[in-house]
């Protein structure tokens, strides 16, 4: 009878520890990962240290130029994309006063500009006249801004060393570079009317090139004016 006894206690005791055993190993698999590896998962906050504003010329209900098909807004919104994209990628962040094909007045585009904390705004446009022999680049800046004068240069050089044709920069009485608080500039990135600039200017690696060499300007600007 105690023989008996001793067996079922033991059998007991196998039981639980058989049951510990599993709910042991269960409670392994379960276990949710240490958190140090799960934030490694989740793609870290780019840490951005300059903040400027871009503005894609025209939108909306105003194509500005057209000429073979092709309207001045989406291209300047092409242009203007990439270059947030190139900027981005040098801990730039910009803001775009509009990213799709709507209407933004220019007393809305300065708006925007003066309640934000950008450090500079730069307006894109193409620009368009009855000869076609004309063609290039030009960056205009408001008169007496110093420092709009030295982003306008510097995206005037930037373009000239990437190979693209240009023009000048100089003085422009623009609502978007005369009423906005922060050092502005606006570039008419070619002339939609010369047939052979428009061609390049339809093309990605074109619109490649112009938002390499204005962001190229305004990372440099940004550099120097810390
Ligand atoms: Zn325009």
């Not at 009878?1 to 206690?9: A, G, P, T, Y």
């Not at 392994?28 to 780019?46: D, Y």
């Not at 130029?65 to 730039?92: F, M, N, Q, W, Y």
Request: net charge negative.
């Amino acid at each position: 009878m105690k023989r008996r006894v001793i067996l079922e206690v033991s059998v007991a005791l196998a039981c639980v520890m058989v049951c510990l055993a599993v709910w042991l190993f269960a409670s392994m698999l379960t276990a949710p990962e240490p958190i140090a590896e799960r934030e490694s998962e989740t793609e870290p906050e780019p840490e951005y240290t300059h903040f400027v504003i871009l503005d894609p010329g025209h939108g909306g209900e105003y194509p500005g130029c057209i000429r073979g098909g092709v309207e001045e807004k989406a291209l300047t919104l092409e242009i203007c994309t990439r270059i947030r994209d190139k900027l981005r990628e040098s801990a730039v962040d910009a803001l775009m006063t509009r990213e799709t094909d709507v209407t933004v007045t220019l007393d809305e585009r300065c708006e925007i500009a003066n309640a934000s904390e950008a450090e500079l705004f730069v307006s894109v446009h193409v620009n368009s006249y009855p000869e076609e022999a004309i063609a290039g680049l030009e960056s205009y800046f408001y008169k007496g801004s110093e420092s709009g004068k030295a982003l306008s240069d510097s995206v005037l050089a930037h373009a000239e060393s990437a190979g693209i044709r240009t023009r000048y920069s100089r003085e422009g009485n623009y609502q978007v570079i005369r009423d906005t608080k922060v050092p502005a500039i606006l570039v008419e990135t070619g002339y939609m009317t010369n047939p052979a600039e428009l061609e390049l200017l339809m093309s990605a690696d074109y619109q490649d090139k112009l938002a390499e060499a204005i962001a190229g300007a305004i990372v440099e600007y940004l550099g120097s004016a810390e």
